[in-house]
């Protein structure tokens, strides 16, 4: 059904309000750009546009926009351009476009031959696309067994190539044979420790040290070392040397998932000294909080009165039987 609208001099604000309340299903489309132009030059000289109240200019440009089904933003332009020149104008523009060779049938082929052969390199594929064409006769690849090898990758840049290869899998969890994830066992045996580290904060800019907190689980025997950076270089010293100081036979060894822990450096210094590796599981946020509290209670109330810069040694002392070792 067509609907041929004109004499916009008969609308008012009021009329086009309650045409915009009553005509939500409704579409319009127009035959020509010019002939559209001219009716919302038309609508704006009959309702006298600049010389209306802000909300009545905004229900007619609502009406403009409902009927000419453009973006408020180019209506705003047309009506800004309405002002300044007094008529409305399409000024086409002439754009040298080049002839078009391969089509989109020829991007999906590209693509399902990609899929097929695990996406080769350029000449790989054009070999491909000569030997089905002159072979094989097949003449889907007669365009594509001319290609070069540059415009070649120019295809597998386009949009329909992406959209055609796209792959949807759901997420993997990651895999890494470091420790076993789950939490630890005593069984009211001393040896289980719960490992973490904590930074004593940055002083006049320069970086504070890193305290090594380790803790068992039944004793509540605890020994802190420290260190200037978590690295190799720094860590696994300090952290051997903690080992030694606990007075039981070590059994097991449980840390949160961070680097400076989950490591082969590490995982071999365990299994040198016949130590369980084992690191917390993902969204159980209990399973290392033994050491977390003693983080709060022990290392931040021992330590808060004073910021340490990384060179600058640091003791523990206090009744809670462990050792601080220095860098």
């Known amino acids: 059904m067509q609907i041929h609208m004109h004499d916009p001099e008969e609308w008012d604000p009021e009329k086009m309000r309650g045409f915009l309340e009553n005509s939500q299903g409704l579409e319009f489309q127009t035959e020509s750009r010019q002939e559209l132009y001219g009716w919302i030059q038309a609508t704006l000289v009959a309702q006298e546009y600049f010389h209306l109240k802000k909300k009545e200019r905004g229900v007619i440009r609502a009406y403009l926009r409902k009927v000419s089904r453009l973006s408020l933003a180019h209506l705003t332009r047309l009506i800004r351009q309405y002002r300044r020149d007094g008529i409305l104008s399409s000024a086409l523009k002439t754009r040298r476009c080049f002839p078009t060779t391969y089509t989109r049938e020829d991007v999906a082929l590209l693509a399902e031959t990609d899929r097929l052969h695990q996406r080769l390199s350029g000449p790989a594929t054009r070999c491909l696309f000569e030997r089905a064409w002159k072979q094989f006769g097949d003449t889907k690849f007669e365009r594509l067994a001319q290609i070069s090898v540059s415009h070649l990758y120019n295809l597998r840049r386009r949009d329909e190539y992406r959209r055609h290869c796209a792959e949807f899998d759901s997420t993997k969890s990651v895999q890494i044979s470091i420790g076993e994830r789950r939490r630890p066992d005593p069984r009211d045996r001393p040896g289980f420790l719960r490992v973490d580290t904590v930074h004593q904060g940055d002083w006049e800019g320069v970086k504070g040290v890193y305290h090594i907190n380790a803790v068992d689980a039944v004793t509540q025997w605890e020994v802190v070392g420290c260190v ?54 993902s969204g159980k946020s209990q399973d290392n909080a033994l050491v977390e509290g003693k983080n709060g209670a022990i290392i931040r109330n021992t330590f808060n009165g004073d910021t340490f810069p990384a060179n600058t040694p640091s003791w523990c002392t206090s009744s809670t039987p462990r050792i601080s070792i220095p860098i």
């Open 228 to 281: 200037a950076r978590i690295s190799e270089h720094y860590l696994l010293p300090v952290l051997e040397a903690i080992l030694h100081q606990f007075p039981f036979r070590l059994l097991g060894f449980h840390t949160d998932n961070g680097s400076e822990y989950v490591n082969h450096t590490v995982a071999q210094l365990l299994k040198t000294l016949l130590v369980e590796f084992t690191k917390s599981r």
